[in-house]
């Protein structure tokens, strides 16, 4: 009688079940963890099951024969660019970081894996290609919407989404670090954007900095959390949002009169010290309304001597649209 070989064990065991854990495959096998962790990776390697969950409670299941169709990329540029930039939150909550995340949004769409790669890797460089050492310059898109002008740059990191392939990384672990306030998260996108601020710190000679207060009410707020991951050695200027009988979040106006007054009347900067430049960083940019008045009320109060530079983790691509996820 021919010997059933353990991987296969543990595929039919999942497959009758639906899923299974470590431990409860190792019960069933009489096997100790260990071989059951080999066995397993083994399995994750081969693309013939996958896991859910963190431990101490993660669960194997199978790899339907959709998501088999493809498991490579085989341009090494293509599969380089993608390592380096994609990112996607899946449904359920996972985090799945390159080509692997590719592959798995490929499935999902039911799409050729190595031609969607290419398609990808042109539509983001397009998107790369505005900006200038990194930053996307929101200067012009700013003059078009306001009369009067407060800020001197205005920059953000990457744009929330791309035509087709949407949220970008970016805009992933933003919108998920704040909807989920998962402090993981946040101190990913901390690693990812730390560099790209301070090397704007330095440039300005930055020696104050402002972070745009949060308007809806989170156990775990996004914008507090950031700061102080980014623990950016510079004195934090104190800018607060007043409390209103009804709060309402500039998401939600579409009207750009209705965003300035949102900030007239709701942000407060309270603040005595002097300074000669001061970075406003913001999570995402809309309109860029909030940022221009709260910059407003820092010339009007001569609290800076020199440039407002404003910055958002996030911004639209096509004028200042609402973000209305985050």
């Known amino acids: 009688m021919k010997k059933i070989k353990t991987s296969q064990k543990i595929i039919s065991y999942i497959k ?33 099951i996958y896991k859910i969950g963190k431990p101490p409670k993660v669960f194997y299941l199978l790899v339907t024969s959709s998501e088999k169709q493809e498991i490579v990329i085989k341009n090494k540029k293509n599969r380089d ?14 985090i799945k970081k390159g080509v692997d995340g590719f592959i798995y949004w490929c499935a999902k769409n039911r799409i050729s894996v190595e ?21 996307i310059d929101g200067m012009e898109k700013i003059k078009s919407s306001f009369k009067n002008i407060y800020l001197d740059k205005v920059f953000y990191l990457d744009f929330y989404s791309i035509e087709r392939f949407g949220k970008t990384k970016l805009g992933q672990l933003l919108l998920y670090a704040k909807q989920s306030q998962n402090k993981l998260l ?23 900095v402002g972070y745009i207060p949060p308007t809806v009410k989170r156990e775990l707020q996004f914008i507090n959390e950031l700061k102080k991951n980014l623990n950016l050695k510079k004195h934090i ?7 209103t009988q009804i709060i309402v979040p500039q998401k939600t106006l579409n009207k750009l009169q209705d965003r300035i007054e949102n900030v007239r009347n709701t942000i407060i900067v309270d603040e005595n010290k002097k300074y000669n430049n001061i970075l406003l960083i913001d999570d995402a940019v809309g309109s860029g309304a909030t940022l221009n008045q709260t910059a407003k009320k820092i010339k009007s109060q001569q609290i800076c001597k020199g440039k407002i530079i404003g910055l958002a983790i996030t911004g639209s691509f096509k004028g200042f649209d609402v973000i209305s996820e985050v």
Do not use: C, M
């Open 186 to 208: 946040i101190k990913e996108l901390t690693k990812e954007i730390k560099p790209k601020i301070t090397s704007i710190i330095k440039k300005y000679n930055i020696d104050g």
């Open 115 to 135: 031609k969607t790669a290419s398609e990808y890797v042109k539509t983001k460089k397009k998107f790369d290609a505005v900006k200038k050492i990194g930053l």
């Open 237 to 243: 200027l104190n800018i607060v949002k007043v409390k």
């Open 81 to 94: 660019y993608i390592n380096q930039n994609y990112l996607i939150v899946t449904p359920s909550g996972e």
């Open 16 to 48: 009758k079940k639906g899923q299974a854990s470590g431990h409860e495959l190792s019960d069933y096998l009489n096997i100790s963890s260990r071989a059951v962790r080999k066995q397993l990776n083994n399995l994750l390697k081969d693309n013939k």
